[in-house]
């Protein structure tokens, strides 16, 4: 194996490795932190079947966005609809042994690349140009879009443009990388940028902004039952206190510990 | 009138370029030493205040899933940058609530987090120096806590959560606001907001009696500490002297007498409101629970109905039953035996929307409409119930009770324009512990949006009474309608619509309702 491959490979594990370990971290953390208070948010579910189709709304459809900016959402939602495509269309490069036939339906989902570019332009240009999302915007905003940006048209580049690197390397390399019979990958530029920025967007998932995906899940205003009148809510450092305590009925002069 | 140089009100909402630091400024009065350690901070700000808020900052995003959450899960898609009403008022994107969340988050990024650790500039994160806290102490106090930024937010990401931290934060350093804290210092000590002592209390209810009597000729009562009345009516203070007010309180009253549900108010838990929720403390907010739950206990009553208070009914109906257990599932023994006593049969507490709500559907209460056919009423959906509880335990029932109780008292109604009610209602200016003279320029900026939507109204349906059930909103729309030339005394309780039509009976004969 080339000293590419084996760098490519070590950093494939590495930033897979930095990703599950880290959301991991966060999915525990965001678990075992306690909510203490009922906080829905208007319109709130009174019962569990109202949060569970809410949360699908907001998931699937981004309906809070839609809401407040119909640009923002369009942009938004059309990028995150491709990229789910076309994570689709890349499964089938990792698939050990014969290809199911689902799979190779996905070919046309490559077109997703389109508007998976016209949602970042969108994006990006609503944060140059809006001076309110200007002001809000920090140099990792920028530059997570440009990322993808990247991303999505070198993989456009090798499938539009004629520059696709040799299909039986590619498809060794990935199935390598799963079934840990590790080979060497193709050596095209625009391959090499396009797999290495995608480790990097894997690597950096726990550490930035990426956290929304997990985090919208455990938002304890979308996720949250609207019935604090009829079941008693309670975190477990508060009834801590009510039981580690004397209650004295007058507990009106005492201070907080 | 206060003097604020504003510009000629429209009937649409712009949404304006930002100008930078234009609410700039030291923030509302800090509480004095006295103040504050009443409340258990420390008296003056500490020496290692960075250190201590910095393990507070710490300590409450591990106990608050929602505040860690929020901090990390913003992506500054920026949907809620025209939300707020301080930004629409007054253009300083410090208001826009992300660039609010941003004083807290880019402090939390620097400290708790690896890439703020390690590229600060990259993600924005930032020191917490002199300058970082004077803009926390100035913006944080430039938040209502309506939470109408979270209805829009993709997340949920609700930003009163993240100003209540930071409040609390600065609260344990010991830089506090004078006017929520020393409010609160008056309720743990008398009882009510006002400092208002019982035979102060006494009398008022007295003199209402009379001028109920005067006018109507009948005797209505309003009854206080009386042992064993089903009802134990907590309503803010403000119902007691402020005006509009206190046409409400006489509403409630003559809403029992029809009734005929025994009721009573509490001199030991006269206020409603609980200013705990502003400055973020549990703990305080939990005693002023609690004084409520003794309240009931000691008067022995069966029923909590809270009156026309926003937050309150926010802390009563979401918080009550986590606070002080009335609800079920507490523990202790005070709880258990308030579960004893109370009504299974009603939810507890109710809102006396719901309470009167519930008389006008069982055919209870007659109006005579017509006593308020002079009027064209709107109603403005006060933010903590419009955003944090519910009413009548179906979808929607905060919007729809309080409008149908003013449908059953006024034959002209008319609401505002639809972005600017019910869930997406903007907020008055004066809530989240705002309602101080200090903040007088930023009150009346931040009702703008709201003087827009009622303007559009006024042209369109003629409307000429705005009613609310928040004591903040009326003393607010009393102070800021000149402002924006609108007749300071169009702001009514829904309970006086209900006081001028509702068709008293005389309790004390048998009459039939035909004879009066």
């Not at chain 1, 290809?99 to 140059?128: C, D, Q, S, V």
């Not at chain 2, 370029?17 to 030291?26: C, E, N, T």
């Not at chain 2, 913003?74 to 008022?89: E, P």
């Not at chain 2, 003794?294 to 022995?300: H, P, S």
Request: proline share 4%; aromatic share 12%; charged share 20%.
């Amino acid at each position: 194996m080339s000293l590419t491959s084996i760098i490519f490979t070590l950093f494939c594990y590495f930033s897979l490795l930095l990703f599950f370990i880290g959301l991991s971290y966060k999915i525990i953390q965001y678990w075992q932190t306690p909510v203490p208070l009922k906080i829905p948010i208007t319109p709130a579910p009174l019962k569990v079947s109202g949060v569970f189709m809410r949360m699908i709304r907001e998931v699937l459809l981004f309906e809070s966005l839609f809401k407040s900016s119909k640009w923002t959402w369009f942009f938004g939602w059309i990028f995150h609809f491709a990229l789910v495509l076309l994570f689709l269309r890349h499964l089938v490069y990792f698939w050990p042994g014969e290809i199911p036939a689902i799979l190779m339906k996905t070919e046309p989902f490559k077109y997703a690349a389109f508007p998976l570019i016209i949602g970042l332009l969108g994006l990006f240009g609503r944060r140059l140009f809006v001076d309110r999302v200007r002001y809000i915007s920090a140099p990792s905003d920028y530059l997570m879009l440009v990322l993808l940006i990247v991303i999505g048209g070198s993989g456009m580049l090798m499938t539009f443009a004629h520059n696709h690197p040799n299909i039986l390397l590619v498809k060794s390399f990935a199935v390598g990388l799963i079934t840990l019979n590790w080979s060497e990958l193709p050596s095209d530029l625009l391959f090499l940028a396009h797999i290495f920025l995608v480790f990097i967007l894997i690597a950096i998932f726990p550490i930035s902004k990426l956290l929304h995906a997990p985090g919208v899940f455990f938002s304890p205003t979308l996720n949250q039952v609207d019935n604090a009148r009829n079941k008693r809510h309670i975190s477990s450092w508060a009834r801590q206190k009510e039981t580690d305590k004397e209650v004295s009925i007058e507990q009106n002069s005492e201070k907080d510990e | 009138m206060a003097e604020v140089d504003i510009d000629k009100l429209q009937t649409y909402i712009k949404i304006p370029a930002i100008q930078k630091d234009s609410m700039a400024g030291d923030g509302p009065f800090k509480a004095s030493a006295e103040i504050q350690e009443h409340l258990g901070f420390p008296r003056e700000k500490v020496e290692n205040w960075q250190q201590v808020a910095i393990e507070k900052m710490a300590e409450t995003t591990s106990k608050y899933r929602s505040v860690q959450v929020f901090l990390d899960t913003c992506v500054k898609c920026g949907a809620c940058t025209d939300k707020c009403h301080y930004y629409l008022g007054t253009s300083d994107p410090k208001n826009m609530p992300v660039a609010r969340q941003d004083l807290f988050r880019s402090v939390y990024r620097r400290h708790f987090t690896f890439a703020g650790k390690y590229f600060p500039k990259l993600v924005g994160a930032k020191e917490l120096d002199d300058a970082m806290l004077d803009d926390w102490y100035n913006y944080f106090h430039q938040c209502s806590q309506c939470r109408r930024c979270a209805v829009f937010c993709p997340y949920g990401i609700d930003t009163a959560e993240i100003s209540m931290a930071a409040r609390e934060v600065m609260n344990v350093i010991g830089v506090g606001q004078k006017y929520s804290n020393q409010i609160l210092g008056r309720i743990n000590k008398i009882g009510n907001n006002l400092g208002m002592p019982e035979p102060a209390l006494r009398d008022t209810l007295l003199d209402l009696e009379e001028e109920i009597e005067k006018e109507t000729g009948i005797t209505v009562k309003l009854p206080l500490d009386k042992e064993h009345a089903e009802v134990l009516m907590v309503t803010p203070s403000a119902d007691f002297f402020a005006e509009p007010h206190i046409d409400g309180l006489i509403g409630y009253a003559k809403v029992f007498h029809q009734s005929a549900v025994t009721w009573t108010m509490s001199s030991y838990a006269s206020e409603a409101a609980n200013f705990g929720m502003f400055i973020g403390s549990y703990e305080v907010m939990r005693q002023g629970a609690l004084r409520i739950r003794k309240a009931a206990l000691d008067l022995g009553v069966s029923r909590i109905v809270v009156g026309e208070c926003g937050h309150a009914w926010r802390v009563a109906y979401s918080f009550w039953n986590t606070l002080s257990g009335i609800g079920g599932g507490a523990i202790d023994e005070y709880a258990l035996k308030l579960q004893r006593q109370l009504d299974s049969n009603y939810p507890q507490p109710q809102h006396i929307i719901e309470f009167t709500y519930d008389l006008i559907k069982k055919g209870m209460l007659t109006f005579d409409k017509t006593k308020n056919d002079h009027r064209k009423v709107t109603f403005h959906d006060s933010c903590n119930v419009a955003r944090g509880s519910n009413m009548g335990n179906i979808e929607n029932g905060q919007f729809i009770l309080p409008r149908e109780v003013i449908k059953a008292a006024c034959n002209h109604f008319a609401d505002m324009p639809n972005s600017t009610i019910k869930a997406s209602t903007f907020c008055c200016g004066g809530g989240g512990g705002l309602l101080t003279d200090d903040l007088i320029e930023l009150r009346i900026k931040g009702a703008m949006p709201r003087m827009q939507a009622l303007k559009q109204s006024q042209e369109n349906d003629g409307v000429n009474t705005l009613a609310a059930i928040c004591a903040i909103c009326k003393s607010q729309f009393s102070k800021v309608l000149p402002n924006y030339d609108f007749d300071p005394y169009m702001i009514v309780s829904v309970h006086q619509l209900v006081s001028d039509a509702l068709v008293l009976s005389d309790k004390s004969q048998t009459k039939t309702e035909d004879s009066l």
